[in-house]
């Protein structure tokens, strides 16, 4: 467990996002679930083979995705440069829908995301490719990428836009909540998010 104390004016919440907000996310998604379904692939494989060893190519990079996360700390400092504070953040651990969701509801909001802008490492869509696998399904609804999604006002975005880091990304927006919350796939379709991952109650 890690607890701490923090100042009431660097806190940032689920719920302080507003309509017109530009939805961000850290890194990368679905590489950490396309390593699990790598490693579940090799245990099939080699079940009841013990002197054979497992396969994974050049995929080491989705298999310490899933074996070694590691907390996003650099996007507060790469913030904190930028002199720009999120109005709403959270935790991406059980899917980008999942982490969607919960931002919007806690916000009052809703939101257009848009599949192109998704971010997906070139070796996650590797390894997707080989298992036959949709990797926007993966970092959708799988897990344990461990990324940060966050809003931005407007205003805030205009202004550093310019120097905004290359490993953070701009994935879409926040809308009034009665528009709820879609993807605008690749041929223009908005299609309800849903998350199918893990559901806590909050």
């Not at 995301?113 to 070796?123: A, F, G, N, S, V």
């Not at 490719?129 to 205003?155: K, R, W």
């Amino acid at each position: 467990s890690l607890t701490g104390v923090a100042g009431s004016d660097k806190l940032v919440l689920r719920a302080k996002g507003k309509p017109t907000d530009i939805l961000c996310v850290s890194g990368d998604l679905g590489s950490a679930f396309m390593g699990l379904q790598l490693l579940e692939r090799e245990k099939r494989v080699l079940k009841g083979n013990g002197d054979v060893k497992p396969e994974f190519g050049n995929s080491d990079y989705v298999l310490e995705r899933q074996l070694k996360p590691e907390a996003k700390t650099w996007v507060a400092e790469a913030l904190s440069k930028l002199e720009v504070q999120p109005t709403a953040m959270i935790n991406v651990k059980d899917g980008l829908a999942a982490a969607l969701l919960l931002l919007c509801k806690a916000s009052g909001t809703g939101c257009r995301i848009h599949e192109k802008k998704i971010p997906l490492h070139q070796i996650t869509l590797k390894v997707a490719g080989e298992m036959n696998f949709n990797p926007l399904v993966a970092a959708l609804n799988g897990g344990e990428d461990y990324e940060l999604l966050f809003s931005l006002s407007l205003s805030d975005y205009e202004r550093v836009m310019d120097h905004f880091p290359e490993n953070i990304s701009v994935i879409g927006y926040l809308t009034d909540a009665g528009k709820g919350c879609r993807i605008i796939t690749g041929s223009d379709q908005e299609i309800n998010l849903k998350a199918q991952g893990w559901k806590d109650g909050s």
